[in-house]
């Protein structure tokens, strides 16, 4: 079965500094899903990747997929405290039915 | 995210008692899903519903019984649980099998 490992485990910045998370799959990748956990609470979807090379952003978080190394990142730029949390990827087992299976998250603190 | 509802919150159970999680969505979802967040583990998909019709279940024991009257609710029946079952129940829906998954806030299960 497919697994998705995230680098690194955890992650301590200072406000204001960049970020980059890695998500790497042990098979292809048929669609990317970014998501953003505090702690005890639900999942927020961030941003979902399809395609090789796609690109997104959403306000100082862009995702890359890249389809031939089967891997994906995430980045935040000029990182704030309301960034912190624990960030998952989600992968399409291309089952159907959206059958995702997570990475165990990369836990991320902002101190100001 | 206010879209997925999960309750309770919190539940506290016996190994010999019979409890049920309840999930709605109020976003006009096709598909439901219950994944399990243990400590320091990802999470596991543990059943997924389209059009009420349950369409996966992931090796999960008998202990737990999915329901879903509708598309707009689903229930997790637990039954002579074990220590081992407690973790955060959290339900999701999508739209179809293409779309991102939204969560609710999930079901802190404590099992003693």
């Known amino acids: 079965s497919q697994e998705l490992e995230q680098s690194p485990q955890s992650l301590i910045v200072q406000e204001g500094k960049n970020l980059t998370i890695n998500c790497t799959s042990s098979?292809?990748?048929?669609?990317l899903y970014w998501y953003k956990q505090k702690y005890g609470e639900g999942l927020i979807f961030l941003m979902m990747?399809?395609?090789?090379?796609e690109e997104k952003s959403h306000e100082k978080i862009t995702a890359k997929l890249d389809e031939k190394k089967q891997q994906s990142s995430l980045h935040i730029t000029a990182s704030q405290p309301s960034h912190a949390g624990i960030y998952l990827c989600?992968?399409?087992?291309?089952?159907?039915?959206?059958?995702?299976?997570f990475g165990a998250g990369t836990r991320l603190a902002v101190h100001p | 995210e206010t879209g997925v509802t999960q309750t309770p919150r919190h539940l506290v159970m016996g190994m010999t008692n019979k409890k049920s999680l309840k999930c709605e969505q109020h976003?006009?979802?096709?598909?439901m899903y219950w994944y399990k967040q243990s400590a320091k583990k990802p999470l596991e998909l543990m059943f997924v519903?389209?059009?009420?019709?349950?369409?996966e279940n992931n090796s999960v024991p008998s202990r737990f019984s999915p329901e879903c009257p509708n598309s707009s609710h689903l229930f997790l029946h637990l039954h002579t649980l074990q220590p081992e079952d407690s973790a955060l129940y959290l339900c999701?829906?999508?739209?179809?099998?293409?779309?991102?998954?939204?969560f609710g806030n999930g079901t802190r299960l404590t099992v003693t």
């Open positions: 999701a829906s999508s739209q179809d099998n293409m779309s991102p998954l939204h």
């Open positions: 990747l399809q395609k090789g090379g």
């Open positions: 989600g992968a399409d087992e291309a089952g159907g039915y959206n059958k995702l299976i």
């Open positions: 519903y389209s059009l009420e019709e349950r369409v």
């Open positions: 098979k292809t990748l048929y669609g």
């Open positions: 976003l006009g979802h096709n598909a």
